[in-house]
């Protein structure tokens, strides 16, 4: 089982000591699931590519600090290859910036919340369960950090998971694209240093009810298992 890691964005050097770099916390993340599960980084924020969009048997797109709207080469080269990866058949699973880019790049919409900041620990309950969410579970707890997300469903597309602050919070499009808002990949410790960057943005009160949250339980182990189940499904 190949999973390929589209790298969109790379860990600030000031907070790499705390977890390492987005590569370091996605082999963390997925050394909890099958042991024959073989990761492939590709540095998709400096140009690297995939020669073959047949290279690995799902590809999963990182966060990122840039918008899917916004005018730079990330976003020009994760959305070509969703299209490409779309209209392949190919598995893929977003995350965060990954998630708001499948919207994006197949006619849904994405936009800032209405809501504010989505930060910390966040409960979505799950509205439609697939068959690859084995072992099934009525929620889902991650961490999250996020100003933009899904306004707009695009076309083929449901919604997995919702929480109250973000309604499409989880999606699906024609069975073999998911996306998530939350990051399973955070540590507490990483989440809490970009509560404290982005505080003035966020804004105190929320920032400090957000840090409140961040040593509750989550649900990144399941979220991992349910990726490589999706990744198997037939």
Not at 2 to 8: E, F, M, Q, R, S
Not at 137 to 159: C, S
Not at 190 to 210: K, N, T, V
Request: net charge negative; proline share 5%; with cysteine.
């Amino acid at each position: 089982m190949n999973v390929g890691i589209l790298i969109c964005d790379h860990v600030s050097d000031r907070f790499r000591s705390i977890s390492g770099d987005f590569p370091d916390m996605f082999r963390h993340l997925f050394d909890q699931t099958a042991s024959d599960v073989r990761l492939r980084f590709y540095d998709l924020a400096g140009g690297e590519e995939p020669v073959s969009l047949n290279e690995c048997d799902l590809w999963l797109a990182t966060g990122a600090r840039a918008s899917v709207y916004d005018p730079v080469p990330i976003v020009a080269r994760l959305e070509r290859l969703v299209v490409g990866i779309y209209e392949g058949g190919h598995r893929f699973f977003g995350i965060c910036f990954g998630h708001q880019m499948i919207a994006q790049a197949l006619g849904g919409r994405v936009g800032k919340s209405t809501r504010g900041w989505g930060v910390g620990v966040h409960v979505a309950e799950i509205v439609d369960r697939a068959v690859w969410m084995r072992p099934p579970a009525r929620r889902l707890r991650l961490l999250m950090t996020h100003q933009d997300q899904i306004e707009e469903l695009p076309p083929g597309g449901r919604t997995l998971a919702s929480s109250e602050h973000c309604p499409i919070w989880m999606l699906s499009v024609d069975d073999h694209m998911v996306g998530v808002q939350g990051h399973p990949e955070f540590t507490p410790a990483f989440a809490g240093a970009l509560l404290s960057e982005r505080r003035d943005d966020i804004g105190a009160a929320a920032a400090a009810a957000a840090r409140a949250t961040l040593h509750d339980p989550t649900d990144e182990a399941l979220l991992a298992h349910w990726i490589i189940e999706f990744a198997r499904a037939e």
